[in-house]
């Protein structure tokens, strides 16, 4: 039978009344994060933009002009897999490579027209992803899962960065 709330009422029972312990978490969150990527690259498509294209594109949105190592940093991937893509992207129209004004050993990465073009349909992609993966969700429990990610994430990268350090010494 199901538990009753304070106003005496019996609760709804939930779609998944499975327990889950720590050990369901990293496949939880792995084929989630799986599932997330294929439907928003699939939504990309149209767009011409291929899986990790459209972080590249957000990046230099908010700040245009940066280096593929600064780039490599703020998405969290190695410098070579960056070049890579950005080599990808300035092919396809969506980039373009200058040398620094104040520094010529330099090379910085701006949006094409194209580019800043396709930031509109990046937004519009990732946001029909994320009402299809919430579907159901309260906005508290929106709030809360983003809530509880950021956490997840700040405390990976905290021992990314530990890891890197004794890597050093």
Known sequence: MGKKHKDGKKRK?????TEYTLVD????LTQAARSMRTVLSRNLLESGLYAGQDGVILSLAESDGMTAGGLAQKLGVKAPTMTRTIGRMEAQGFLERKPDAEDARLTKVYLTELGRGSVKA???AASSCDKLATLDFSEKEIRNLVRLLKAVDANLQAEAMHADEDEED
């Open 13 to 17: 029972k939930k779609k998944d009344q």
């Open 25 to 28: 978490l990293s496949p939880a």
């Open 122 to 124: 990046i937004e519009l």
